[in-house]
């Protein structure tokens, strides 16, 4: 395991395995993890970075000790942002403008090529629910519970809660009952509903399996994988038809690849193929 | 309770509490609820009123007496509607009027601002399905069932469950048996799907359930509450990524509200913040 | 039941039964039911065919012999279509055709207008699962297990899966896993996400039961019953509101159906109704 | 030529023609035909319920007196709506709300079935350009001058010429051009760019022509020409394929018309059809 | 010149030009090209077969003798299809299938790879007009007119012409005027709204320019000619950054043809590049 | 005129003028403004700064020198991208990501809030159609002349004008002519069909005139115009009923603005309105 100089965040932890693995860790020890504008920002950026990094072949966010998150940082004036000015339309464009800044953030692990896994113990608040939602997989503890906290303050979950949970978990009057009271949802009801798909006893015990189907993923054809992600966020977003039509024009390129014969090779001789990075 | 004379109708028994909460009855007893042209049109005339009222935060709908609804009212001639006239193309125009008025009543749940939850007991068959599906949360008794009944009677259902269950229960296969067959689907399973999020002894805990959920979304900020709701609706029919563009337009209006440091102050005072009326 | 000389082919084999009902089964034997380009164009032809014949009025698609398919067939070479050509937009454009192509023979299962159980057993690997999802309902036995393959052979499946098993099993996180591990899972856990709907101890039960949910939709209003398929493969892919919108012009025409007044008559009488073909 | 008792209105004045033909004029005499909104309503309401009126075929709106409208009326005070509420999501809820009525009013032109020809003379300001654009065709005289207003209001239009106006005249660079100065288009270069499709040298001439055109409407078959304009509404804003098959879903009905055989035989016989109301 | 054998239709002639150019003629002398079942399939299976062969580039469509055509054929049932079935539903059921039919054989000319030009002369009526605006580049003679026919026999127009029509002119209130009136354009009229974009004295001179025209298209790369088509297909029926997203994957395959370094390098060498077929 | 420290680049030249107006020119003088990697970057970052800088209300764009541009450099490797890789899917992976960095540059003209006025004189070739159409209003002297070249380059446009060039001009004859032929496009027909909205005999009258036209737009309220120009990018990729619900929720915030009161008063006391910045 390295700490590469490239990932060096003050409220990230990334560790790299040279399987090509990166394991990001919220990291805000004496704020329990809690979410203010420099570690969205650091998410943003660390994710961005990620993806166009091609040494990296898949991703597992968790967070470190404690907690995932306390969930947001009521020091920091998140929702005072665009108050200066008098003008409620000038303030109203500056909102807007902040709150797609955000969103972009939370969006920043869908928009990586690289498969993210979301690793969670204990709480997972307000925006922390969004933020998981943009990852592919979702695995917590036993302890774990989720709590779509916006309506307690007042206003909408805007930077993503809205948009995946009902379609993460498939389930139109769950997402909605946890939307309007804000009640916490423990670790079983999430396993249930599948917003986690797998549950572990203990944080240690997460990480490692999460590790280990990270390694999985990052020995496949990066080709394979990374086109996989691309097409399900395409297919999620269209008809059947426009992303079969979508999938036959990215496929009439990668089909052309060498991992393919590659892979076959392997298959062929029950030795692993060996990828080269995209 | 208080029975508002804002709210009289033949076929439904409305009670306004004063937390906010109207609770709307399905009332034709001696029809055992069967759903005829009349109660349609007070379900949409009801539901559009209370969605303009400011005062009512959330809604509960369930069926008076013995049943939800005994299904469709077959001494009503819903499906002959447009019928006198001779020319086939006259009478599809006037049919497909007649079935638009109809849908335009079953999502006047769906349309209006504020939660509603469908609390059901012993049969749901047929409409019944279509209405409930545009609400936002389903509880259901032990004792319920439910009846995609229209192939029984030679049509496709054409008010909301096509367009509808699949979405809210996650599961195409199921929908698709369910609407082929016609079958009886009993309250385990249709808890299991996710049909219904919470199951109940008797119908009486069902309601006593339900006002409370009601009223504890009723205390919640209407900003939130209805900001929440309308934009679930909007991203379940669009891209992620058209849903938070929707939303961050929507909420750099809605970020402006009191509500937020109301809710900030009562956390910080640990004393429920009160909000006034959209 | 009949061998109908109208559906001959190659590598399927297809019974017709008296109630309307045909069952389909993939037949290569020598090979275990190996998928190659000659049984994907068996497929496309007999679906289509049978789409065109209103006298069926429901399918079963099953595996002949010990399994429902052991994948794709290496020695058929799929991979390298469009192969020969040096240039690389040459080949990508003939290969673009052959995938749409593929597709269309899988497609053939939704687009039919009759509903498509696919019943399985045993092993349903790669390409297999493409078939599947794009059937109507999904039945299994205990010892089936199922694979998204194609992360192994280097490529992103480009025939329905990224489409449409995130929408059959209503579970994100769920689907990615697959796609990106390869994985298998196992017949319990198919149930349990919906992928399957009903789960057989022996093959020999399932088919039973498959024929017997056949014969149930075979006696329905094929007016009903194809107008729910196909009004439910639109609104998947349309909003809400555009569903409702093309359900109210297409069953303008279908209320005026005669098999409306025969199913309340036989309701009346309590006789079953009899439907005259599409 | 009567006036029909039930189409009595304080800001317009309708005449109903035996032919089938409603002439509509915007009737605020004291006023220069300023756009209140009173008038939105009556707009709104007459047209909706001319839209239920199958005795109705066609329809003309214009201006009564000097000039089709004078614009906005600044002594109603329109753009104050919500002010009175000192929260400011709670004014845009509430301005939301208005802002959608009066779109409604303005797009009840183009939801009404039959054909609306818009005759304007001399000013054409502001919200009258968003209402022109909805109607089916325009028509204008020489000394008409058209003008996208709203910038100078300090707001961007909001009630359809954002959204008509680039697809009525196909020329993007000249709409955007008119939204961002607000200077005035004059006849000769609306003609040219296709927002009105007749010049007249006199309001006289050209009532005398929609009139003309009117009636030629209202003796076609109203099977033809409201679905005509339904289809071309829905294909506008929906790919050609989904125009496509929405039209095959309509037609499939409307083609089983006694309109068609009448058609063909008055075409035969050189003796015009005439078709009885929808 | 050469007449291939693979080109052979009753109601059509196909003359092969050696540079890869297709004309195809509506060929029915004794009918005045009337339009009638017989000669639809011929397109439709014409259009599709050219599409298949990538020896053509372009293709030219004109119409033998002294008209484009005569209009639909009264003496072939047409609008009759599904009538012997006496029930309405499945009347409409049948009649949909075929207008599905008819549509494929006008989008044939759309969906097939090669641009194709509609060079018309005199007489382009009814389906016609839906046929040309199927087309890529429109041609016509000064003696040409065209005529949305279809209100004159009772039905609005579902093979083409309310989907392509506006977007072919660019002016919503003429396209909606002609669909409404069924009159005549002429010639100069549809040179001027854009629906033919080169005017001819004569038939004669109108063929060579369109032959001229398509020897400069086939003369050119097909990756670059083909990709255009297509892409210029999919981008008027989506969002601009959906048509944008869609040609980055279709040109990051394309980008890697042999065509572009022969391109510069002819242009380098100011010799004109050949280049092989698709 | 300033020339900003905050505006310099190698290869554009930036004059902000006080009214708030930002003139951008072309700017490789020993290249004849020939378009290569450098300059495309120079205007993604120039535009996106702009973009965010509310001390400018509107912006030119023109050519310094001789012509707008001679098209793109040939001796910057703009079509090898991703080439040193040797297998086809991790180029086409490579291209992919290059196109998309080149479509961003290009429509950076259409995101930034500010409307852009592109003024043209002389040669206009090839990327510079796909940078104008991305303009909102095209100014052009008699002089210019423009080309889709990209089809004698032996590929299909792809960062713009497949996408944007029919909707400019709305003629779908004409641009597929274009795209097809790569012929020259004179002045005259440019102006004739729309794709410049004004000609000049000089460019010195072009640029005088269009900074005038920008000093209009910079005096309006930001509010309006700023909100016109994002409504019309909006509004032209969704139906009319998607423009207005989003028109609607922008505007419930917009309305609120102090501009509306200010624009008000100044047309009571016929003294211009003078507006803050955004």
Redesign the interface.
């Known amino acids: 395991m390295s700490s590469s100089p490239k990932y060096q965040y003050e409220n990230l932890k990334v560790h790299i395995y040279p399987e090509g693995v990166a394991h990001v860790e919220l990291y805000r020890p004496k704020r329990l993890n809690a979410i203010n504008e420099a570690l969205v920002e650091d998410i943003r950026v660390c994710f961005n970075t990620l993806g166009q990094d091609s040494t990296i072949r898949a991703i597992i966010l968790s967070g470190h000790g404690r907690t995932f998150t306390s969930g947001i940082d ?1 020091k920091d004036n998140f ?1 005072m942002k665009g108050e200066p000015d ?8 500056t ?2 403008l902040h ?2 800044w955000f ?1 972009s953030a939370m ?1 920043a692990l ?1 928009k990586c090529p690289q ?1 993210v896994i979301v690793a969670m113990h204990y709480g997972v608040y307000g925006v922390a629910v969004d933020l998981c939602t943009a990852g ?3 695995y917590g503890t036993k302890d774990s519970f989720y709590t779509v906290k ?11 809660t ?3 949970l ?12 946890l ?4 009640r916490n949802m423990y670790a079983d009801e999430a396993y249930k ?5 797998k549950l572990f006893d203990t944080k240690e015990e997460m990480i490692e399996d999460a590790l280990k ?1 990270a390694r ?2 990052a020995s ?2 990066p ?10 966020n395409y ?7 426009e ?18 014969p ?3 090779q392997g ?1 062929m001789q029950k030795k692993p ?1 060996h ?2 990075n ?1």
């Open positions: 009521f929702l008098t003008d409620v339309a000038r303030r109203a464009y909102k807007r709150i797609e969103q969006s869908e498969p592919d997989i979702r916006e309506v307690d303050l007042g206003l909408a979950p805007d930077v993503g809205l948009q995946r009902p379609k993460v978990i498939g389930s139109d009057s769950l997402a909605r009952e939307c309007f009271t804000g509903c599948g917003l986690i798909s189907t999985v993923i496949k054809s080709v394979a994988v990374v086109s996989s992600k691309h097409l399900l297919s999620r977003d269209h008809s059947v038809d992303g079969l039509q979508y999938t036959a024009v990215w496929n009439s390129a990668m089909l052309q690849t060498e991992d393919i590659k892979s076959i298959f193929a990828y080269s995209l």
